[in-house]
């Protein structure tokens, strides 16, 4: 696991400290994770699929298969056969 090396000075005293990211991690509650997550843009929603209304899952899909929102739903599927 990676670490990395921080450097803490107080009251005039450096200190050098190695900070394991697993030890971190295992600290934070999945909540602070899926947070920083989203900060961070690498998740966009955290909304089950199930739980899309039907133009939430069209953009869902098209941005899945790399074509844009006005294209017409037979072609996004039609992308998804070819995919396939």
Not at 21 to 42: K, N, T
Not at 57 to 70: A, L, N, P, S, T
């Amino acid at each position: 696991m990676k670490s990395r090396k921080i450097n803490i000075r107080v009251n005039n005293v450096s200190i050098d400290l190695k900070d394991y990211a697993c030890d971190f991690f295992e600290c934070l509650s999945d909540e602070e994770l899926l947070d920083q997550l989203q900060c961070r843009g690498l998740v966009e929603n955290e909304k089950p699929i199930q739980d899309f209304n039907k133009y939430e899952f069209k953009r869902f899909m098209c941005d899945m298969v790399g074509v844009g929102y006005h294209t017409p739903k037979e072609q996004v599927i039609e992308k998804i056969k070819e995919m396939m």
